[in-house]
């Protein structure tokens, strides 16, 4: 009876924006887990890789024109192929990496598992430094598709990115799946869009009717040709080449999302892996190659891109060609965009491992209004969101805090697996050990050469920010671990659970409803002794108490005690007063303190907040124990209900459904009882009567084991949509198989404890699926 009027806690104001803003709340036993087939994982999980071809070749070219003119040209191809080389190797040792590990992945669980949990930090901070760098080049190089499709936008470029980057913010809050079907599409377009620019191009080039692209004001500039053997040249070299290293990112995201895929997970993620590589490589390719055929060229404001550029040369300027141009920039943007939305599903699950190991906070942990990870979602957005803000969008410049966070998760995989190798040495280790330590070095060697150069071009923030991270989570997991340690259970620090005295007192400040209630609460405790005392730093004020407190019936028979705190400070007074009461080894000291709620600001601006700055010292006092009795002001001010009817019933979707009272048979004498002793069919709760038998139906709410020192039972309380009951095990301590949230079907005689319905030890069987 006491949920059938359906009370509820009213919603705040901000809950009513949140429900308004993203839906109805989602029961976590919607949790599902989808596998994907080789051909969905590929489109969805490899997005954020492949649709890096888009600004790999545009990357190189960025500072091979300026600083070798039309010669860079030339040195397009062989600086391709390197960067195709360190591709190769890098996806040899992640073919591994995904049939080790095919629960979770990438580089963080690969560094945890070799190199121990805080060495991992820095593979950590390198993916969280990558995902928050890869939503902010992704969707600037996804406005970049759309300007240079459209360049009237160009001067709305970066509210166009912002926009971009609060639309995902918006739509992943709301529950966006990764593995919906829908974010396969535009990979397969974008590879559609590329293999049609190679397929004409390069039946133009053999027909000799592929044209330079036209050159406008406001590109990168032309510098004179120059021995590549100088300094100066090196350096430049190994800027377009750190450059084109943003060709590999997002490579890991597979080993990330091994779980996903169908059985067997590991071979299904190592040939996607490859196949992934192969067409991202025959993409940077050929883009590079028609790149120097067409003598592309990147402009400063990142508008038009090359691939733009390309495509516009090798469809032409017919009414055909000019369809086709805006189909690529078309799949271009899309998959730009929707690679940018993959760091919302892998980042929050990055934070939600790192903070289960004890290196983040644990708020990273818990899901939100509609089940997926909204702290870190929101922490994601808000990085990003400020990257693009202060650097711009330009992908030309995010370029520079890109791949140091890149490669350093491939050097902890590279190394991690080789560490494997050489621990385990199974069969064929020296090959493996030699690929994942090539992988690891060569990675590593990219990330000194990024730190490098890149250095006064902002990689500098990234090199500052990196130790600073990793020193920062390792402290935070020092802290934690302090905490823990604090708080374990061992045979010195633990305190019996009977007690031989258990005295109470209550401190009084005031003779109200308030010190009524605290004093009611402690009579409930059953104490050895029940006293009040009052710490004097007012006479006057004593004397009221003193008077109010003779003069009210109710605690007549509660001594009070006025105890003079001369210097004012009520929380040394409190602790002393603790101190003496509980000298005797066998006594423990509750007390309780009123505190009063009142509004919010000015109830901070009228009151103190004594109550909490007692409580605090008075905790850490062994034997005593510190309980802050609260009473609501406010509610008798404003006489406004705390509770409302009726609101909660369609609140959150697919969940425990509204509650309702099952009837019992009481009022007929027992020999008019008809007992049946089957139920075929399953029939309502609310239809169980009272020495009846019932077939019910209902999801598992509740689930309450006896103590240890008690002989075993069990009991499960249940519930469909008209109402609640009880299913009692004797002689269990638990049901296999079976928890919160279960469905299960039950069979058995109606009986009653305690006013409520029973049926004891019921047949049952648990339903799977739901």
Known sequence: ???????????????????????????????????????????????????????????????????????????L???TFIVLAVLLIVTLSYREVVMVYTKTGGSYVVARDNFGVVIAQIAAVALMLDYIVTVAVQTAAGTSALTS?????????????LGVIGLLFYGNLKGVKEAGRLFAAPTYLFVLSVGAIIVVGIWRELHHTLHHAVINSGNVGFGHSQQLITFAAIFVLLKAFANG???????????????????????????????????????????SFFAKATHSVPYSNGTPTVVSQIANVVFGHGALGHVFYLFVQFSTMLILYTGANTP??????????????????????????????????????????????????????????????????????????????????????????????????????????????????????IVVIFPIATLALIRLNRQYRREQQALKINQDSSRATNISRH??????????????????????????????????IDDQ?????????????????????????????LANAAVDYAIRMTQAKDVELTLLLPRRAYSGLLGRILHDRTAEAISAPISQLPRVVATIVPFDVEKIISGRPVFSHQEHSTDVIESTPVHSQPRRVEDEPIGNVETSHYAEDIQPIAAAQWRHRAHVKGNVTNIRNAPANSSPHVDIEIWDETGGITLQF??????????????????????????????????YEIILGH
């Open 1 to 75: 009876m006491v949920l059938q009027e359906h009370a509820h806690l009213k919603d705040p104001l901000l809950y009513k924006v949140k429900k308004a803003l993203l839906g109805k709340p989602l029961n976590r036993h919607m949790l599902s887990h989808q596998r994907l087939s080789k051909v969905f994982a590929l489109g969805i999980l490899s997005s954020d890789c492949i649709s890096s071809a888009a600004y790999g070749t545009e990357n190189i070219l960025y500072y091979l024109l300026p600083a070798f003119g039309l010669a860079g040209f030339s040195i």
């Open 149 to 161: 499709a459209f360049p009237s936008l160009a001067s709305y470029s970066l509210a166009i990115t």
């Open 730 to 763: 004797i002689g269990r301590r638990e049901i296999s198989g079976l928890e919160v949230g279960s469905t299960i079907c039950a069979e058995g005689m109606v009986g009653e404890t305690d006013g409520n319905l029973v049926i004891l030890n019921p047949s």
């Open 344 to 461: 919302f599903s892998g980042f929050p699950f990055l934070m939600n491992f790192i903070a289960e190991d004890g290196f983040l906070p644990r708020q990273l942990t818990k899901r939100g209004h509609r089940l997926v990870f909204s702290n870190g979602i929101i922490f994601l957005t808000i990085a990003a969101g400020t990257l693009v803000a202060v650097v711009g969008s330009n992908v030309a410049k995010l370029i520079a805090f890109y791949a140091i966070g890149v490669f350093t998760g491939f050097t902890m995989a590279g190394f991690g697996m080789a560490k494997r190798n050489w621990t385990r040495r199974e069969a064929g280790w020296r090959v493996r050990f030699f690929i994942n330590f090539l992988s690891g070095s060569v990675s590593f060697a990219v990330v000194i050469i990024f730190a490098v150069v890149k250095f006064s071009e902002g990689a500098w923030l």
């Open 541 to 569: 004020r004593a004397e009221v108490i003193k008077e109010a407190w003779r003069s009210n019936r109710a605690l007549a028979d509660v001594s009070i005690e006025f105890i003079d705190c001369p210097d004012r400070r």
């Open 503 to 536: 005295d109470v007192t209550v401190l009084v400040d005031a003779v109200d409803i308030a010190t009524v209630g605290a004093v009611r609460y402690a009579r409930s405790l059953n104490p050895h002794e029940l006293a009040a005392v009052h710490f004097v």
């Open 245 to 287: 290293g943003s060709s590999l990112t997002g490579l890991e995201a597979i080993s990330n999302g091994v779980s996903l895929f169908k059985s067997p997970e590991g071979n299904n993620a190592r040939r996607t892996t490859v196949v992934m590589a192969t067409i991202l490589g025959c993409m940077v390719l050929g883009i």
């Open 77 to 79: 191809m062989p600086m």
